[in-house]
Protein backbone atom coordinates (compact mmCIF):
# COMPACT_ATOMS: atom_id res chain seq x y z
CA UNK A 1 0.00 0.00 0.00
CA UNK A 2 0.86 3.71 -0.42
CA UNK A 3 -1.16 4.83 1.92
CA UNK A 4 -3.42 4.38 4.42
CA UNK A 5 -6.58 6.39 6.44
CA UNK A 6 -7.42 5.27 9.87
CA UNK A 7 -11.14 5.76 11.17
CA UNK A 8 -11.17 5.64 15.14
CA UNK A 9 -14.19 4.45 17.30
CA UNK A 10 -16.54 4.45 13.88
CA UNK A 11 -20.21 3.17 15.32
CA UNK A 12 -20.96 1.19 12.00
CA UNK A 13 -18.78 -0.12 9.68
CA UNK A 14 -17.56 2.08 6.68
CA UNK A 15 -17.86 0.98 2.91
CA UNK A 16 -15.70 1.62 0.71
CA UNK A 17 -17.07 5.20 -0.30
CA UNK A 18 -17.65 6.73 3.09
CA UNK A 19 -13.73 5.23 4.07
CA UNK A 20 -13.13 7.70 1.01
CA UNK A 21 -15.08 10.70 1.68
CA UNK A 22 -14.94 10.43 5.48
CA UNK A 23 -12.46 12.12 7.33
CA UNK A 24 -10.23 10.33 8.78
CA UNK A 25 -8.86 10.33 12.31
CA UNK A 26 -5.21 10.17 10.50
CA UNK A 27 -4.13 9.37 7.06
CA UNK A 28 -0.14 7.94 6.48
CA UNK A 29 1.94 8.01 3.28
CA UNK A 30 4.09 5.10 3.32
CA UNK A 31 7.45 4.62 2.16
CA UNK A 32 9.96 2.51 1.65
CA UNK A 33 10.85 2.17 5.26
CA UNK A 34 8.08 1.75 6.25
CA UNK A 35 7.19 -1.01 3.86
CA UNK A 36 10.45 -2.81 4.77
CA UNK A 37 9.09 -2.93 8.68
CA UNK A 38 10.06 0.90 10.16
CA UNK A 39 7.13 1.41 12.68
CA UNK A 40 4.68 3.92 11.59
CA UNK A 41 4.31 6.71 14.28
CA UNK A 42 0.63 7.66 15.06
CA UNK A 43 -0.75 11.02 16.71
CA UNK A 44 -0.98 10.37 20.23
CA UNK A 45 -3.56 12.67 21.34
CA UNK A 46 -5.78 11.30 18.67
CA UNK A 47 -5.54 7.66 19.31
CA UNK A 48 -6.53 7.89 23.13
CA UNK A 49 -9.77 5.36 24.55
CA UNK A 50 -9.96 3.43 21.12
CA UNK A 51 -12.43 0.79 21.44
CA UNK A 52 -12.09 -0.14 17.58
CA UNK A 53 -9.57 0.90 14.70
CA UNK A 54 -10.74 0.53 10.81
CA UNK A 55 -8.02 0.65 8.05
CA UNK A 56 -8.79 1.34 4.86
CA UNK A 57 -5.77 1.17 1.96
CA UNK A 58 -7.21 3.66 -1.05
CA UNK A 59 -4.37 2.82 -2.94
CA UNK A 60 -1.37 0.70 -3.66
CA UNK A 61 2.53 1.67 -5.44
CA UNK A 62 2.12 1.42 -9.23
CA UNK A 63 -1.46 1.31 -9.30
CA UNK A 64 -1.93 -2.55 -8.55
CA UNK A 65 -5.04 -3.83 -8.00
CA UNK A 66 -4.25 -5.79 -5.46
CA UNK A 67 -3.16 -5.56 -1.71
CA UNK A 68 -0.59 -7.95 0.30
CA UNK A 69 0.00 -7.02 3.79
CA UNK A 70 2.12 -9.82 5.52
CA UNK A 71 2.00 -8.29 8.85
CA UNK A 72 0.04 -5.46 11.00
CA UNK A 73 1.82 -5.03 14.55
CA UNK A 74 -0.22 -2.23 16.87
CA UNK A 75 1.90 -1.27 19.79
CA UNK A 76 0.80 0.37 22.27
CA UNK A 77 -0.98 -0.10 26.35
CA UNK A 78 -4.02 -0.75 28.33
CA UNK A 79 -4.97 2.29 30.69
CA UNK A 80 -7.63 0.80 32.78
CA UNK A 81 -10.38 2.80 33.63
CA UNK A 82 -10.72 4.97 36.89
CA UNK A 83 -12.51 2.69 39.07
CA UNK A 84 -12.04 -0.04 37.33
CA UNK A 85 -10.76 -3.04 39.19
CA UNK A 86 -8.75 -5.68 37.30
CA UNK A 87 -7.49 -9.11 38.65
CA UNK A 88 -3.22 -9.31 39.30
CA UNK A 89 -3.56 -12.28 36.20
CA UNK A 90 -5.67 -10.35 33.90
CA UNK A 91 -3.25 -7.17 34.71
CA UNK A 92 -0.16 -9.70 34.07
CA UNK A 93 -1.59 -10.58 30.45
CA UNK A 94 -2.03 -7.28 29.62
CA UNK A 95 1.44 -6.18 31.01
CA UNK A 96 2.96 -9.16 28.62
CA UNK A 97 1.21 -8.07 25.22
CA UNK A 98 -1.53 -10.98 25.51
CA UNK A 99 -4.20 -8.88 23.77
CA UNK A 100 -6.20 -11.93 22.28
CA UNK A 101 -5.98 -13.74 25.56
CA UNK A 102 -6.33 -11.48 28.33
CA UNK A 103 -7.65 -13.13 31.19
Known sequence: PESLRLFMNKPNALDFDAAETEAATQEIKLNAAHLAG???PLKYVLFQN???LTIFI???FGGLD???ISQIKIIGSVVPQEGTKWSPEHQAAVAKGDWLNPR
Do not use: K
Request: glycine share 8%; no cysteine.
Open 58 to 60: PGN
Open 66 to 68: QTS
Open 38 to 40: DPI
Open 50 to 52: VSN
